[in-house]
């Protein structure tokens, strides 16, 4: 087991937790201080030499935020110099041996790749590093004086190697101050647990066949394509979310806040609605931080098509060092583009039933030359999903053995789980109350709980597809 494992994860959580209740709450000093070594012992277990890379950038956040923090000449030096030197750290180990590549591959060079191998996380904890900076820049939170808070905030394990990404200012007070009350720590074991079963019990069942149907090569078929396909777009939605359950319970039982990463994406009319509902810490990252600088909407019709382009652009790149994430990006900011030359004006109820499809058609399609390793592989997989190749009764049959009662039970679960529909049901609930929604809730948890330890205990591990990036 590494710790890369929602397992392990999971595991070593009550330990801290032990600890941490262990300490009374009016010593908050040392509390922090042990969530800050937990943080550390965790990224270490797994990237002992990574973790001093995440010192540095820390340490080096802290030293630019109270030096710009003075204003005048200091602002105008140290805020380019943190934001270059957090960036800088992100793009020689993250995409260096890329541009590399590229350039010996588009000018027949022979530059060597530097093969630096990628610390876990280090794109969710450099944005944050950087967040923190540009907050303090422009006066909307005061730079931390001490630098083991502004660790604790950084380097925090619940959301230090796939997020949510967490503003400063959002947990700035209870950095200082902050308390768990009885309910509290029960809604974050809940919501906990609920994001364990979301990566173990559906996105690991769902991903069994999309890693199938992604590896079939030439033997690939139209069915098994879109079966892929489809289940890829469940497996990400599930494994993404669940470990965003799992850092927002974690953090609220700790006494953060943390802000909702999904709000039921595929539920979206429209690809612009769904980038504001999916991964919306890190959409809110870009529209603070690149989309408003760059001139935001002000700046008249053309250069708003081209900022939000360029945004998704980065935001392809910021999934990764490969030209599929690349054009990925910038798929996502052309549609976003032509729905605001071509949709303006419209009322959004006229257009919900096909705009829903439309987006949840071009989503599927988009993830798949995000799951592809490579663009010809990417390339080929659409030449099977839309010119029917291998497409017959043996294909077909092959796809209908692959639903087992298991898989059409979890396909039926993540179809309803990926919309509203749960969580109206126990806000219908609550408003009776004859109805003890909290026991119930705590019953299933349990339940839940008792089949992801079977699961696990079952299976082979799969780590969390986020931590890559």
């Known amino acids: 087991m590494t710790f890369s494992s929602p397992i392990f994860l999971f595991a070593f959580f009550p330990l801290v937790c032990v600890l941490y209740f262990l300490i009374p709450e009016k010593h908050l000093p040392l509390r922090n201080a ?46 380019p110099l943190g934001i270059i030197g ?38 969710f904890f450099v944005f944050q590093a950087v967040s923190y900076i540009m907050d303090i820049s422009r006066g909307e939170a005061k730079a931390q004086r001490s630098f083991f808070r502004l660790l604790l905030y950084i380097s925090f394990f619940p959301q230090l190697i796939a997020g949510p990404i967490v503003r400063y200012q959002t947990v700035e007070t209870a950095l200082s101050s902050r308390h768990t009350s009885a309910a509290q720590a029960a809604s974050g074991v809940r919501r906990m647990i609920c994001g364990l079963a979301k990566k173990l019990l559906i996105a690991d069942t769902v991903g069994v066949l999309a890693d199938y149907a992604f590896a079939l090569g030439d033997s690939l078929s139209m069915p098994a394509a879109w079966l892929g ?15 965003s359950d799992m850092a927002i319970g974690m953090g609220r039982l ?27 810490s890190l959409t809110t990252w870009f529209r603070q931080y690149l989309y408003i600088p760059l001139g935001g909407n002000r700046r008249g019709n053309v250069r708003t098509l081209l900022n939000k382009w360029i945004v998704f652009l980065c935001t392809g790149l910021w999934h990764g060092a490969s030209w599929n994430f690349v054009i990925w990006g910038a798929l996502n900011g052309l549609m976003m583009n032509l729905e605001q030359i071509f949709r303006r004006g419209q009322k959004p109820e006229k257009r919900k039933w096909y705009g829903h499809l439309y987006a949840m058609l071009f989503v599927v399609c988009a993830f798949v030359i995000f799951r592809a390793e490579t663009l010809p ?21 092959e796809c209908v053995r692959s639903f087992s009662p298991l898989v059409v039970t979890v396909l ?57 990036f």
């Open 254 to 280: 700790f006494g953060f806040a943390f802000p909702e990463n999904f709000d039921h994406p595929y539920c979206a009319a429209s690809v612009t609605e769904f980038w504001r509902r999916w991964h919306m």
């Open 412 to 468: 039926i679960a993540a179809v309803i789980g990926a919309t509203p529909l749960p969580v109206r049901i126990v806000q219908k609930c609550e408003q009776k109350a004859e109805v003890p929604v909290k026991a119930v809730l705590s019953v299933c948890a349990v339940l839940l709980l008792v089949l992801c330890m079977m699961n696990a205990a079952a299976t082979s591990y799969h780590p969390f597809i986020y931590f890559r």
């Open 229 to 243: 396909a489809i289940c890829y777009t469940l497996q990400i939605y599930y494994d993404f979310s669940g470990y």
């Open 86 to 123: 957090d960036l800088g750290v992100l793009c020689v180990y993250k995409y260096a041996d890329f541009l590399i590549e590229s350039v010996n591959q588009l000018c027949g060079t022979g530059f060597a790749p530097l093969h630096l191998r990628l610390p876990i996380g280090i794109s």
């Open 377 to 397: 592989d990417a390339l080929h997989y659409y030449v099977c999903m839309f010119t029917g190749r291998n497409c017959n009764t043996a294909a077909l049959c």
């Open 34 to 79: 042990l969530l800050t070594a937990a943080s550390l012992v965790f990224y270490g277990f797994g990237e002992p030499v990574a973790m001093l890379l995440m010192l540095g950038v820390v340490f080096w956040s802290w030293i630019t935020a109270l030096l710009l923090q003075k204003g005048g000449i200091c602002r105008r030096i140290f805020l």
